[in-house]
């Protein structure tokens, strides 16, 4: 490697870093110095983005554009199957928050569920060290290249194969935990693996929930301020994308006052996410911008789709019915939807709870 190609990587690191702290997601010197320091490009040798002609380009190692889009404030696709995205780097600025929000200190034992391309397994050793840190991912290539590339740079955290929600058994319990793949729910696996006052900072619907688990096995917390987008935890033989089941030969057929525009509004979506975390959307823009039709279905079967004031409902659930409800519960005599950070969760062994504003004001 020429001086000038490892000049070139070092000013795109410095210049993250700087990105970073300009967006208020990297406040931490420690953290920052791993952000410097760490190579994002060994861990993103190829990836996939949008071509001009809207289909998925693949870039590689040697491509003109390659280093920099490394080294960009954006997230990485960098598996395909079938067609369909199923492993991602996350963009740098949400992986950043989230490391931020786990506040270890330099004792911490790590636990990460999703070792992807191991980039975020990385900024966890230098902060740290491997002894510190132990990463479960489900898919065995996915395992092994991200372990090839941490010992290459003299990282060698263990590195687990298997079903991230069983987490990891050991004789310590881990003083915090982090996720990197959107959950379904919170396993109660994790309680039992972490400590009185561990921290776990966990993807849940299209949000951040920071809970802190107390001496009685139970962890409460509030969401994070900003959105998070992560492809959604998968076991060893899917993708965790909820299919679609199709056009309904059958529907029922209603008007309805919830337009489609107010239930795709950043804050009420975050709530569906929340209490309807099974639920895929299809959304259709009109000329200016907006949401003029909303399409919903579940992995039940069931199907909701929305436009022009009528909503056409189908399976097993009414999905739109659903909607409606959370709807007048969250949004009250206001009438407008309340902000990320006013909702939270409580988790115990036994399953979860979302709450607004505190704990005893269940949704």
């Known amino acids: 490697m020429t001086v000038q190609v490892q000049d ?3 000013t795109l690191r410095l210049a993250l870093a700087d990105t970073l702290a300009d967006e208020g997601a990297l406040r931490d010197d420690r953290w920052r110095k791993a952000v410097e320091e760490v190579p994002r490009h060994v861990f993103v040798p190829a990836y996939w983005r949008l ?4 289909q998925p ?3 590689e190692r040697g491509d003109p554009a390659w280093l920099e889009g490394a080294y960009a404030d954006a997230a990485l696709t960098v598996q395909m199957t079938d067609g369909v995205a199923t492993s991602s780097s996350t963009a740098p600025s949400l992986m950043l928050r989230m490391l931020e929000a786990l506040d270890i200190d330099d004792t ?6 999703g070792t992807g391309t191991g980039y975020n397994t990385a900024l966890l050793c230098h902060r740290l060290s491997s002894e510190q840190v132990v990463t479960v991912e489900v898919d065995p290539q996915l395992a092994e290249a991200a372990e090839a590339r941490l010992n290459m740079l003299g990282w060698h955290p263990a590195v687990r194969v298997g079903d991230g929600a069983l987490g990891v058994v ?7 935990l982090i996720a990197t793949c959107a959950m379904p729910d919170i396993p109660g696996a994790w309680l039992t693996q972490t400590r009185p006052g561990a921290v776990l900072v966990v993807p849940f619907g299209t949000g951040v929930v920071r809970l802190v688990r107390d001496e009685n096995g139970t962890a409460s917390g509030s969401f994070q301020p900003w959105p998070a987008f992560f492809m959604a935890a998968r076991d ?5 994308a909820v299919p679609y089941p199709g056009e309904p030969a059958s529907v029922t057929e209603r008007p309805t006052n919830l337009e489609p525009h107010e239930v795709a509004v950043d804050n009420f979506a975050f709530a569906c996410s929340l209490l309807l975390p099974h639920t895929a959307c299809g959304r259709t823009l009109g000329p200016d911008g907006q949401v003029t039709s909303m399409r919903l279905w579940d992995r039940e079967g069931s199907w909701a789709d929305v436009a022009d004031g009528t909503v056409r409902q189908a399976g097993p659930g009414r999905l739109w019915d659903e909607v409606e409800v959370l ?4 949004t009250g005599d206001c009438g407008r939807p309340p902000a990320r950070s006013q909702y939270g969760m409580t988790v115990t062994p036994d399953g979860s709870s979302v709450w ?3 704990p005893g004001r269940l949704l």
């Open 8 to 10: 070139r990587e070092r």
């Open 51 to 54: 071509g001009p002609d809207g």
């Open 57 to 59: 380009l693949r870039v």
């Open 108 to 113: 911490a034992l790590v636990q990460e569920i």
């Open 170 to 176: 050991g004789t310590r319990r881990f003083d915090a």
């Open 236 to 240: 060893a033989g899917g993708t965790g």
């Open 327 to 330: 709807w007048a519960k969250v």
């Open 356 to 358: 607004l504003d505190h």
